[in-house]
Structure formats: structure tokens, C-alpha cells
């Protein structure tokens, strides 16, 4: 079984770009994994930082 855990800090990466497309098509490149646990998803939290994409 091959699986996954990633805290992906509400989408945002290291330039500051909330961009959840981008941590999908990163996790796609990485492999094919059976189970994916993503940590600190965050839904409507304007407050947070960076801008949505």
C-alpha cells in the first residue's frame, strides 16, 4: 500500500499562492498512491494569507 501524508497549509505554497490545482497535479507527478491524508485544509477562511487560485 503506498500512501500519502501531506500538511499542505491551506493550499499555500512557498511563494505565498494558494493554488490547491497545484498540490494535485505535484501529488499526480510524485505517484499512484492507494490513500492520501492531507492535513490543515482549510474551506472559507478569509482571514488566512495568500490569494486563492
Do not use: Y
Not at 507527478?29 to 472559507?44: R, S, T, W, Y
Amino acid at each position: 500500500m503506498k500512501l500519502l501524508s501531506w500538511n499542505i497549509q491551506w493550499g499555500r505554497g512557498m511563494d505565498g499562492q494558494v493554488n490547491i490545482s497545484r498540490i494535485l497535479r505535484t501529488i499526480h507527478q510524485l505517484g499512484d498512491f492507494d490513500v492520501i491524508c492531507l492535513q490543515e485544509v482549510a474551506v472559507n477562511f478569509s482571514g488566512l494569507p495568500g490569494k486563492p487560485k
